[in-house]
């Protein structure tokens, strides 16, 4: 029995060690694309916030009894509890100060999530200003996650924000906007 355990263990560490080194590679690639294309505060990515765990991509409801396995949930970036979650893939502003020193150490971000629906504390983008956007959208300044970098997709972010290598930087005007929305918010 000590030897089936044993072999147990010794498949367990390897697996968790083959996790870990696939997670810092992702992180690794994240941390040169923001070197690469200056990703500061105030630029926009798209953000893969997970699935829900209740519903799914159609709305419809999972079964009690079913279970995910680690390979489905890292495919989905994870299971969000909540039916209301904010879920799927999203554009985002940083709001964290990414200096390039620090980029190397850099492991997780806080992003206020882009989405076409206006909440309570939200502050609307305009179309036209940003034409990476499809329709006139709104930050959710109530909806603040502070992700790790691996959640960042950098396929879909080169592919509708990077227009002559650079990413795109919010306007003045929406800069000074979410400060002071965020400010009334925290009372600051």
């Not at 940003?130 to 329709?135: A, K, P």
Request: charged content about 30%.
């Amino acid at each position: 029995m000590a030897l089936i355990d044993e072999m147990f263990e010794d498949m367990n560490e390897n697996f968790n060690d083959m996790c870990k080194q696939k997670v810092e590679e992702k992180i690794s690639q994240t941390q040169s694309f923001f070197r690469k294309y200056n990703i500061t505060r105030w630029r926009f990515v798209y953000v893969d916030f997970g699935e829900q765990l209740l519903k799914d991509y159609n709305g419809n409801y999972f079964k009690d009894a079913d279970s995910f396995s680690l390979k489905e949930m890292k495919k989905n970036r994870g299971k969000n509890f909540g039916s209301y979650e904010l879920s799927y893939l999203h554009a985002s502003i940083i709001l964290s100060e990414i200096h390039k020193k620090y980029l190397t150490s850099l492991k997780t971000i806080i992003v206020a999530p882009i989405t076409t629906r206006p909440r309570s504390n939200s502050i609307k983008i305009e179309k036209k200003y940003h034409d990476f956007l499809e329709y006139d959208s709104y930050i959710q300044l109530d909806n603040l996650r502070h992700i790790s970098l691996e959640r960042v997709d950098l396929a879909v972010t080169k592919r509708r924000l990077l227009r002559h290598n650079e990413g795109y930087l919010s306007t003045p005007i929406l800069i000074n906007d979410v400060k002071k929305a965020l400010k009334n918010m925290f009372d600051l």
